[in-house]
């Protein structure tokens, strides 16, 4: 009887440490996936800072080549002769003005979607990690 007793309490020791070691494990795994996650967060906040502090400075570029543009022009426009030469200086102005605000809305659009593609490129990398444990665990 007392081996039995004996046997028994050293079977349930072995399992009630197999089970802390495997309780131990997933603790660690999740603390480590947990970890990922906040890695990504990071780098996706960071990626979207340098990304938008780069669209700032092009927006200034374009804000200064337009004052610029428009400065030399009221310059032409003050040394004009006739009327014709002030509405087709004029015109001028006008045409190639939308043209560079077309352009620049372009560039931005096209810079704002690969920003936001390089923004979620983190995340999704986590998600699919996350998909790829749970199809491994089912």
């Known amino acids: 009887m007392t081996d039995t007793m004996q ?11 197999g089970a802390m070691g495997k309780g131990k494990q997933a603790f660690d795994d999740m603390t480590a996936f947990g970890q990922g996650n ?5 780098e996706s906040t960071r990626v979207a800072f340098k990304g938008m502090e780069a669209m700032a400075q092009a927006r200034a570029a374009f804000a200064k080549q337009s004052f610029d543009a428009t400065v030399q022009t009221l310059k032409s426009m003050a ?3 006739s009327p014709a030469d002030l509405f087709k ?4 102005y006008l ?3 939308m043209d560079a605000l077309v352009a620049e809305t372009s560039r931005s659009t096209e810079a704002t979607l690969k920003l936001v593609g390089e923004i979620a490129q983190p995340i999704q990398n986590r998600v699919a990690i996350a998909a790829e444990k749970v199809r491994t665990a089912a």
């Open 7 to 17: 046997n028994t309490a050293e079977t349930m020791q072995a399992k009630a440490e």
């Open 38 to 42: 906040v890695e990504a967060m990071v």
């Open 79 to 81: 040394e004009v002769r």
């Open 89 to 92: 200086l004029q015109g001028e």
């Open 95 to 97: 045409r190639t003005s």
